[in-house]
């Protein structure tokens, strides 16, 4: 980081154009008349005549460079340390084959729900601040994407990286919650909670999602859970090798009771989700619930670096007066 600790001294560059208007003044009245400039036109200036009219840039320099110093230019690093823990957060994200339903709008353009959860569980990380962050993806089967951590900037990396499919086709909600709630005992805090997000019913995996939720109730451990869809049927893009790309609609089905019981026995809350807007909604609502008083404390240490100013000015203010009172001596 770089700072000037004074910089009300930098109020003095007004005197400059003040100098230069009385510099001007004062060479309107010639020392000697001449009657006719004429008979000097041929004569080839003096190479010490261009140097002795560029003299003032000296001076004029070492007095700007001497408002700088004396701004206290100062170069240094500020540390800031989390006094408090904040909340430990495991993000649980669905990957199943049924997020590519293309029932959302993401910035004006229709998108599957996938690429619609990304955005909103962007924001929602970046809103964070001291808590510790972990992400489980889960399909046909769950693990761990991202342990708990307070690298936002990579844990938004690996969530843009995120893909549909990648961890099976089918939904396993129960290892979801069992592979999030091993991630939160990495790290001990005063507050635990799961955010599950999924679009469908649990149909794989070797935890049931009944047995899941009566560990986390054990570890009093808070799940809030999202199901994301629209009702009814949803459009998918189907791509064939022999028809091309076309639009197929499926009937999707979220197990809405699964999901209530889920929240309402562990102290949290569910949420429906069926546009953009209302999942940006349901992020900040749980933002709101889960805030933590986070204590900061700043350490700056900053060096002096005026003598990078100083120097060079006194150096060139020497140059302008052995200029001015040797070579280029003026005699009134």
């Known amino acids: 980081m770089f700072r000037f600790a004074s910089p009300h001294f930098f109020l003095l560059f007004a005197v400059i154009p003040a100098a230069l208007f009385y510099q001007r003044r004062k060479g309107i009245c010639p020392a000697m008349g001449v009657s006719s400039p004429a008979p000097f036109r041929n004569i080839i200036p003096s190479p010490f005549l261009i140097i002795h009219q560029a003299l003032p840039i000296l001076k004029y320099a070492a007095f700007c460079l001497m408002i700088i110093a004396m701004a206290r230019p100062q170069s240094g690093t500020e540390r800031h340390n989390i006094l408090t823990e904040g909340v430990n957060i495991t993000l649980a994200m669905d990957l199943s084959e049924s997020m590519a339903a293309l029932d ?39 693990y761990t994407q991202m342990p708990l951590t307070r690298d936002y900037n990579t844990l938004a990396s690996v969530l843009e990286r995120l893909k549909i499919g990648a961890a099976g086709k089918a939904t396993a909600i129960g290892d979801a919650i069992g592979i999030s709630l091993k991630r939160l005992e990495d790290i001990e805090s005063k507050s635990n909670i799961i955010i599950l997000l999924t679009d469908g019913q649990s149909n794989a995996g070797e935890l049931s999602p009944g047995t899941a939720t009566e560990i986390a109730v ?45 929240a309402q026995k562990t102290g949290g809350l569910y949420f429906r989700a069926e546009n953009t807007d209302g999942l940006q909604k349901i992020y900040d609502t749980i933002d709101k619930l889960e805030k933590s008083e986070v204590e ?10 005026y003598s990078l100013f100083l120097v060079p000015a006194f150096l060139l203010l020497c140059l302008w007066i052995f200029l001015s009172n040797t070579r280029f001596l003026e005699i009134p």
């Open 296 to 305: 900061v404390t700043t350490f700056a240490e900053y060096t002096e670096r």
């Open 218 to 262: 054990q570890k009093a451990i808070k799940i809030y859970t999202v199901g994301v869809g629209t009702r009814g049927e949803a459009p998918f893009l189907i791509r064939d090798p022999l028809f091309g790309e076309r639009y197929v609609y499926q009937q999707v089905d979220i197990d809405e009771a699964t999901l209530e019981d889920i």
């Open 104 to 142: 959302f709008k993401r910035e004006g353009k229709i998108v599957n729900r996938l690429e619609a959860v990304k955005g909103v569980v962007r924001n929602f990380i970046q809103k964070r601040n001291g808590d510790r962050i972990g992400m489980v993806v889960f399909g046909s089967e769950a």
